[in-house]
């Protein structure tokens, strides 16, 4: 029996079973917040660049329709889902009391995978641009 408790074989095999599944929950963490982070990232630039796109009204950006198509389209080339439905053009908007600018609003859901299993309050990223009207 004394020789058991002496035995140390094992013992490396043990820490890491007791230290493994919050270390491996805390790397899963990082890279899904870091995930959500570079998700903002692409709808801030996908925002930016509608918006630029609606207030110089190029070919393809000339109705809202086609903005909030654009919107997708950009965001889809990225790997990011977006609807229509989560884009909002708002012509001659005023923006840091600034008047007479083009805004787009982006409002689409976020579903990570920590957040199917944890708690969070990320459930939704908001964003918007503004881009001078072009007269």
Not at 45 to 66: D, I, P, W, Y
Not at 67 to 73: H, P, Q, R, S, T
């Amino acid at each position: 029996m004394i020789g058991l408790w002496r035995d140390r074989r094992g013992v490396t095999a043990v820490e890491f079973a007791l230290v493994a599944p919050a270390f491996m929950m805390f790397m899963f963490l990082i890279i899904d917040g870091a995930r959500a982070v570079w998700t903002y990232q692409t709808l801030q630039e996908v925002a930016s660049n509608s918006a630029r796109c609606a207030a110089l009204g190029v070919t393809g950006c000339k109705t809202a329709q086609e903005v909030k198509d654009y919107a997708v389209a950009r965001a889809a080339a990225t790997g990011v889902k977006l609807t229509t439905g989560a884009v909002t053009l708002t012509t001659a908007a005023t923006c840091s009391s600034v008047s007479g600018m083009t805004k787009v609003a982006i409002a689409s859901s976020y579903q990570g995978a920590t957040t199917k299993l944890l708690p969070s309050s990320i459930s939704t990223l908001n964003t918007e641009s503004c881009f001078p009207t072009a007269s």
